[in-house]
């Protein structure tokens, strides 16, 4: 649909994140192309109204654009890139995951036609790829729709969130989200494991202490993770603290000694080494890259 693209762009004025009056729902626009780039992806829903991006989780690549959204079930460290062309900038919608809503809907679903979804196609539970059909558009249009207007916006916008939470239910990847509401399954302990990760990234951690804390064995704690997020869980702790540190470096101008030690780093000579694998560029000349 060429409305979504029209909508999100009346919108998204400025370049970056626009926030909107429903909580837990933002627009981005982006007019430059993005190199391939480390980004953080939040726990959430990503839809892109015009332009393509490609996300790289290990050694898999999904492609993303107006037909196809991403659906993150957990915060993921990955690698994003895009080609944008002048006058056609990327436009997207991210909408979080409210875990209380996202239940609710699974458990009404459930009560009308019980039963098992299929697994997931995409490698890794973490992060999945669903086709964009004509009823998830049609929701989308709606909500970018209320968005226009605060008063609609406040009254009718937790019932449309609710509403796309329904559709990405009945579409191709919603085993996920299932696993991600119902306790004791692998991926809701790795995303309590991940929490308490976020929660205390500056301080001393071991698998061990993770996999207690969620009940789990060592060894198929360390399995579930990597199934989960294609990182060993130091990997993704490491990971953590390096866009942590980003972060405190581009929007707090912290000097790279303080950003190192702020996110858990004894060593400031480790960090910078770390830092430059990971990035790309040093502490000092980390270039400015926005977007999801």
């Known amino acids: 649909m060429r409305e979504i693209a029209e909508l999100m762009g009346r919108l998204a004025v400025n370049e970056g994140e626009t926030t909107t009056d429903i909580p837990g729902v933002a627009l981005h626009k982006r007019t430059g192309s993005i190199p391939r780039t480390p ?3 939040q726990q959430g829903v990503i839809i892109l109204g015009q332009g393509a991006k490609k996300v790289h989780l290990a050694d898999t690549v999904y492609l993303y654009d107006p037909d196809h959204y991403l659906v993150l079930s957990v915060p993921l460290p990955a690698e994003c890139e895009a080609v944008v062309h002048p006058g056609e900038p990327l436009l997207s919608l991210t909408v979080d995951i409210d875990l209380h809503m996202l239940t609710s809907v699974i458990d009404q679903m459930d009560e009308a036609a019980p039963g098992s979804p299929a697994r997931p196609c995409c490698r890794h539970q973490g992060l999945t790829l669903a086709f964009a059909d004509a009823p998830f558009k049609e929701t989308v249009r709606r909500l970018l729709c209320a968005l226009l207007s605060p008063r609609e916006a406040r009254v009718l916008g ?3 969130v609710c509403e796309l939470l329904f559709r990405i239910m009945c579409g191709e990847n919603a085993a996920s ?3 991600l509401a119902h306790k004791n399954t692998g991926l809701s302990r790795i995303d309590k494991a991940l929490k308490q990760i976020h929660c205390n990234f500056n301080q001393p951690c071991s698998v061990e202490q993770l996999a207690g804390a969620v009940n789990m064995s060592t060894s198929a704690f360390h399995r579930a ?7 060993s869980p130091i990997q993704y702790l490491k990971k953590v603290r390096l866009n942590k540190a980003r972060s405190l470096l581009v929007e707090d101008r912290l000097r ?4 190192a030690r702020q996110v858990g780093y004894e060593s400031v000579s480790q960090f910078n080494r770390e830092f430059k694998r990971y990035f790309g560029a040093s502490p000092r000349n980390l270039p400015e ?4």
Not at 289 to 292: A, E, M, S, V, Y
Request: net charge positive; glycine share 8%.
């Open 39 to 41: 980004l953080f992806y």
């Open 158 to 160: 937790r019932g449309l």
């Open 177 to 179: 989200l299932y696993a």
């Open 225 to 231: 993770f990597k199934d989960v997020t294609s990182l």
């Open 256 to 259: 790279a000694s303080d950003a």
């Open 289 to 292: 890259i926005n977007g999801r």
